[in-house]
Nanobody
Framework: QVQLVESGGGLVQAGGSLRLSCTASGSIFSINAMGWYRQAPGKERELVAV???????HYADSVKGRFTISRDNAKNTVYLQMNSLKPEDTAVYYC?????????WGQGTQVTVSS
């Protein structure tokens, strides 16, 4: 069993910054990918950023140049640094860890960006 604990969400004004973190614990022997998704009210969950074990990073077009994903593999922790936040970034952000064939999700953390 794997548990994901997220932190770092909150309310921020447009143009501000937030840093999300997610730590995985439990029966993890190898992680294939760690990433972040988000879901805004009335919308489907979408990929924000993912870090593939081995080095490759992928971002949604809407966050490129503003968000940065990073990992501390020794701590099984993934971070999402969010800069230049916009009201359209408002959503519940979910941590995701892939340990093939399993897919784990955090409980979600609310990010609200006021205009």
């Amino acid at each position: 069993q794997v548990q994901l604990v997220e932190s770092g969400g909150g309310l921020v004004q447009a143009g501000g910054s937030l840093r999300l973190s997610c730590t995985a614990s439990g029966s993890i022997f190898s992680i294939n990918a760690m990433g972040w998704y988000r879901q805004a009210p009335g919308k489907e969950r979408e990929l924000v950023a993912v870090s593939i074990t081995g080095g490759s990073l992928h971002y949604a077009d809407s966050v490129k140049g503003r968000f940065t994903i990073s990992r501390d593999n020794a701590k099984n922790t993934v971070y999402l640094q969010m800069n230049s936040l916009k009201p359209e970034d408002t959503a519940v952000y979910y941590c995701n860890v892939v340990h093939v064939p399993y897919n784990y999700w955090g409980q979600g953390t609310q990010v609200t960006v006021s205009s």
